[in-house]
Nanobody, 127 residues
Framework: QVQLVESGGGLVQAGGSLRLSCTASGRTFSSYAVGWFRQVPGKEREFVSG????????DYADSVKGRFTISRDNAKNTVYLQMNSLAPEDTAVYYC????????????????????WGQGTQVTISS
């Protein structure tokens, strides 16, 4: 079992930056692949970015490529999402999710692939 807590959300102007953190407790985070998702009211939760357990392979939704960067610090049991050049359409509740896996290089793109979720952090971008 692992517990996830997101932080770092807030209100920023378009063009600004935020760094989200997802900190895990309960188990060794290095055993988990991690994903960031976001959701706006009335829409399904969508994949934003993912990072593999072992080789730190990463991937991004097309809408955030070149603007967002995911990274992990296993010593701190934390995964980060650096978000630059933010736009109003990035406004959403952002969730991190974790999945225990033996596959060191796999990234998971679907909500059903993840076992553990944080409570979410609100990101609001003003125009």
């Amino acid at each position: 079992q692992v517990q996830l807590v997101e932080s770092g959300g807030g209100l920023v102007q378009a063009g600004g930056s935020l760094r989200l953190s997802c900190t895990a407790s309960g188990r060794t985070f290095s055993s988990y692949a991690v994903g960031w998702f976001r959701q706006v009211p009335g829409k399904e939760r969508e994949f934003v970015s993912g990072i593999a357990r072992a080789d730190r392979s990463t991937d991004y939704a097309d809408s955030v490529k070149g603007r967002f960067t995911i990274s992990r610090d296993n010593a701190k049991n934390t995964v980060y999402l650096q978000m630059n050049s933010l736009a109003p359409e990035d406004t959403a509740v952002y969730y991190c999710a974790a999945r225990a896996t033996s596959a060191g290089t796999s990234i998971y793109y679907y909500t059903y692939s993840y076992n553990f979720w944080g409570q979410g952090t609100q990101v609001t971008i003003s125009s």
